[in-house]
């Protein structure tokens, strides 16, 4: 799924009082994490624990971690290694999220100052939790799996004022045999579709504009409650709440997505013309190896209904260069579905060895170099359809919700209903904050990961 880079999840807010209860919490991985981050903030601030800007001024530090790849996880232990000493002044220690999940207890040996190790299938025993490490507890973990709710908070405090992820199903019942999700998250829990509902309509109410549907497998959701919703009911639904002018959704499954999510995406403009839907490689060959449950053929039918459907929707999608097996055969299909379909936009992974994944026992891996190789020729072959693509919107105009400002530039920083990057200037604007309004900009310029335009309204 698509993976934005690790975020502080503390900085947005002001430093308070450091003699109460204080934490920082670190995010690291996807926006799953950092929505879970966004809880575990709330409800902490729900407790009376104010945030900090940095680990040493905090008395609990947090860690919500990510295990996807070895390096993520590297540096989670880096983190901890760094602030050792300050465990013996005071300070408590817990790592949350996938890793949490992984290594379970050897995190107490290997990092002998954590005191809290939690993954996030847990998190609805949070306040107990808490309330043991206030008890001094020093040895507190969340690890059991067994699960069937997904974690539901009154108290989420959200990092961008316009924009606002929801949760509508939590960990993933497939098993593809590179990801450790299925381990780490535990299996599928949809939530009801009216508790997503009075969530979407509460964030309309205090002026959220856009709302992202998060799950590792959006497509598999299933309503709990007897109205029984599926994924296309549940995102038409919420598209028409009044005040929501966009709704997106990530990440999709290939075998799970229907053609009634397009139409969906067709019968409401609130919807963004945007799909992810990761293929992870062009060969069928590889897709079986992978346990992916769909073919090439499979995955292209899918395509077809988004690029014949009624609007021009982006595709972008994730792909895995070296997964065990790959020739040069199943790269080079790969490379082909790239010149097929035209992606604007990929992520792309170099195979990462992950434990308790079936993928681990495989022969036949690739060695570094060429992973490294084949990642390169990929994403140069995406680079020049980028530009190609990008530059098609030279000369058009495209609504944007506006992000934010860098001076640096003169530029505001917009994004459009198909995800791409606009930046552009505006004329009399620039002392007011445009963040959070929707404007028409036309674009005059075009690079590899962004557009640059001008406004085209005098607001
Ligand atoms: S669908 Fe596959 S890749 Fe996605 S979270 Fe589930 S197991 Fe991992």
Known sequence: MARPPAARASLDYNKSNVSGKTFYLETFGCQMNAHDSEKVIGALMARGYEPVDTPAEAGLVLYNTCSIRDKAEQKVFHRLQQFQREAGKGKIFGVLGCVAQQEGERIFERAPHVSLVAGSASYTRLGEMLTQLEAGNRRVTGLSLDIDQAF?????????????????????????????????????????????????????????????????????????????????????????????????????????????????????TAICDHVHLPAQSGSSRVLAAMDRLYTRDDYMRRIEWIKTAKRRYAITTDIIVGFPGETERDFEETLRLLDEVEYDSLFSFKYSPRPNTAALAMEDRIPEEEKQRRLVILQEKQRAIQIRRNAEWIGRTAEVLVEGRNPALGQWIGRTSDNRILNFTHPGGNGDSLAGRYMPVRVTRSGPNSLVGESASMV
């Open 152 to 268: 539901e908070t009154p108290f989420t405090r959200r990092d961008n004022p316009h924009r606002a992820y929801i949760t509508i199903i939590e960990g993933c019942d497939k098993s593809c045999a590179y990801c450790v999700v299925p381990f780490t998250r535990g299996p599928e829990r949809s939530r009801a579709g009216e508790s997503v509902m009075a969530e979407a309509r509460g964030l309309a109410e205090r002026d959220y504009t856009e709302i992202q549907l998060l799950g590792q497998n959006v497509n598999s959701y299933r309503d709990p409650s007897p109205a029984g919703w599926d994924f296309a009911t549940l995102l038409a639904r919420v598209a028409e709440i009044p005040g929501i002018r966009r709704v997106r959704y990530t990440t999709s499954h290939p075998r799970d997505f229907g053609k009634s999510i397009v139409d969906a995406m067709d019968s409401n």
